[in-house]
């Protein structure tokens, strides 16, 4: 395919992708506007002020800021209590922490809403057992897949109950699963039906790519634990590092203990410098760079989907997590996508992502993303396991027209590849 056609075919598809956003984009105004809202209310009712951000050294004891910001995420979360620390490493490290603060050897935790995605197999010890995971220490684990058509099977899970299981998991993302991510309303409903079953069992949300998207999060909705990464939504772009827990006070106080030691809990651990500053200031603007990535998301789908590619979620689709999943049929089509992406860039355009065997992984996996932060999601990234179907999934993009920009450049690398 020569140049002229290749610009003509893009062209074309961006104008319609165009017209076909902005519905679906207006429709997103009132839950941002309402979560702004929230999030300023709550810096309000707490009195944030420069005091925030000294920061402290040693054991920490009496860091305000740190103590702040956990009931700061509480409060804006609907939640008892928080833990939101830069020693949490990531996503999978937050969810670690509760899954292994709270379980106990013969305690079951099951997965409801299918396999958990590949880092969390491994902390799991699922399928092979891993050493250090949750299953060489005597927790039993066990899972209930998805429908056919993606969504919870109520009647598997009840099935699935036993007299020890302790904890459900729900995740509310796709991860890098062809199907739809849970929103709040579904949510609410899995909890709502495993409470029905044993009201003593936790329901524990993994929370990540889906803070600010909706009007509530998990714990408005009585799920007990929450978790995620600050490098995704809740941390705006600036937090350099970090996650967060929310739930129950006695959980959070369990989880706390497993992060430091027992008897010392949330009491410790020292931040130094400015990044208080980065944290609160990434917390005050997370709905608008949530807003600016779903924007980014649904042009994303309407262009791809103009060129012919199947898109999750399209378009016109309700969203609760901030990921496009784009099936691209091939590992050429997987790699010429992200080297595309890569390009539009702002660091490390001229780098050339190829596939590599990534810690905790089963297959190579491919990154995109020169983002400012390492592995910063929030800000504009795309990754995928390289195996069939050779589904992308991109993520973030602090202005929907950095967005823009990127993906149309991998849609004219993958035009240009003749793909």
């Known amino acids: 395919m020569s140049s002229y056609e290749v610009n003509k075919l893009l062209t074309r598809a961006v104008e319609s992708a165009e017209s076909k956003s902005l519905e679906a984009i ?6 941002i506007e309402f979560n702004h809202f929230k999030v300023l209310r709550a810096f309000h009712d707490y009195k944030v002020s420069e ?4 920061g402290s050294t040693g054991y920490g004891y009496g860091d305000y800021g740190r103590d702040l910001l956990d009931k700061l995420f509480a409060r804006i979360f609907g939640a008892e209590d928080g833990l939101v620390r830069t020693q949490i490493v990531s996503g999978t490290h937050a969810i670690s922490l509760c899954l292994f603060g709270i379980l106990k050897p013969g305690d079951r935790v099951v997965a409801i809403t299918g396999t958990p995605y590949d880092t969390l197999l491994k902390v799991i010890g699922y399928p092979k057992n891993t050493p250090g995971s949750l299953t060489e220490l005597g927790v039993k684990y066990s899972e209930v897949n ?3 058509a993606g969504f919870p099977d ?5 099935e699935s109950l036993k007299p020890d299981t302790k904890m459900v998991l729900i995740q509310r993302s796709r991860g890098y699963a062809w199907r739809p991510p849970l929103d709040i309303e579904q949510i609410a409903k899995l909890i709502n039906h ?3 079953v044993n009201p003593n069992i936790i329901c524990f949300v993994d929370n990540c790519y889906g803070e600010f998207v909706e009007d509530k999060e998990p714990t408005e909705v009585n799920a007990d634990l929450v978790a995620g990464s600050l490098i995704k939504n809740p941390g705006g772009g600036l ?6 827990i929310v739930g129950k006070k006695e ?3 369990r989880v706390g ?4 030691a027992p008897g010392i809990g949330a009491e410790v651990g020292s931040t130094q410098g400015n990044i208080y500053r980065l944290l609160y200031q990434g917390l005050y603007i997370a709905p608008h760079a949530v807003a600016q990535a779903l924007e980014g998301a649904i042009f994303s789908a309407a262009l791809f989907a103009e060129l012919g590619y199947r898109v999750s979620p399209s378009y016109s689709d309700k969203r609760s997590d901030i990921i496009q999943a784009i099936m691209l049929g091939s590992r050429e089509k997987l790699i010429a996508f992200c080297q595309g992406l890569q390009e539009a860039s702002p660091l490390d355009a001229h780098v050339v992502p190829e596939p590599w065997k990534m810690p905790g992984y089963e297959d190579e996996v491919i990154m995109a993303g020169g983002t400012f932060v390492q592995g910063s999601t929030i800000e504009l990234s795309a990754d995928s396991p390289v195996r069939e179907p050779y589904v992308v999934y991109l993520q973030g993009g602090l202005s929907r027209d950095y967005v823009k920009i990127a993906v149309i450049n991998a849609a004219k690398r993958l035009l240009q590849k003749g793909n």
């Not at 005091?51 to 000294?54: A, I, K, S, V």
């Not at 109520?154 to 009840?158: F, G, K, M, R, W």
């Open 146 to 148: 998805l429908t056919p």
């Open 51 to 54: 005091e925030c951000f000294r």
């Open 251 to 253: 959980l959070i106080e």
């Open 26 to 31: 207006n429709r997103l105004k009132h839950v």
């Open 257 to 260: 203990y497993r992060l430091t």
């Open 154 to 158: 109520y009647e598997a899970i009840a």
């Open 239 to 244: 937090a350099p590092t970090g996650g967060y």
């Open 194 to 196: 495993v409470k029905s």
